[in-house]
């Protein structure tokens, strides 16, 4: 089993910054990817970035591209997402994500494990 815990979720103003964490614990080789997915209300989960823990190999979102920096802390088994120039529109539930497969996928149904989620909301 792979246990996931997100924090740093909050309300900022358009234009800010928020820096998520999601702590990993449990079995390593089932989380050799690590990604993030965000839902607004009314709206399917939806792909963010990933990261694989080997390599540290990335993939964005077109509409986080350029904003949002995913990254790893293999020490403290930690993945961040630090967001920058945050929009209403990123405004959602964010979750941190574990898969045991080798190609980083957007798919949420490729992914094993979910954290509980953390609330991202961006003021105009």
């Known amino acids: 089993q792979v246990q996931l815990a997100e924090s740093g979720g909050g309300l900022v103003q358009a234009g800010g910054s928020l820096r998520l964490s999601c702590a990993a614990s449990?079995?390593?080789?089932?989380?050799?990817?690590m990604g993030w997915f965000r839902q607004a209300p009314g709206k399917e989960r939806e792909f963010v970035a990933a990261?694989?823990?080997?390599?540290?190999?990335?993939r964005y979102a077109d509409s986080v591209k350029d904003r949002f920096t995913i990254s790893r802390d293999n020490a403290k088994n930690t993945v961040y997402l630090q967001m920058n120039s945050l929009k209403p529109e990123d405004t959602a539930v964010y979750y941190c994500?574990?898969?045991?497969?080798?190609?980083?996928?957007?798919?949420?149904?490729?992914?094993?494990?979910w954290g509980q989620g953390t609330q991202v909301t961006v003021s105009s």
């Open positions: 994500a574990a898969t045991n497969q080798w190609v980083i996928s957007a798919t949420p149904g490729n992914y094993n494990y």
């Open positions: 449990g079995r390593t080789f089932s989380r050799n990817i």
């Open positions: 990261i694989r823990w080997s390599g540290g190999t990335t």
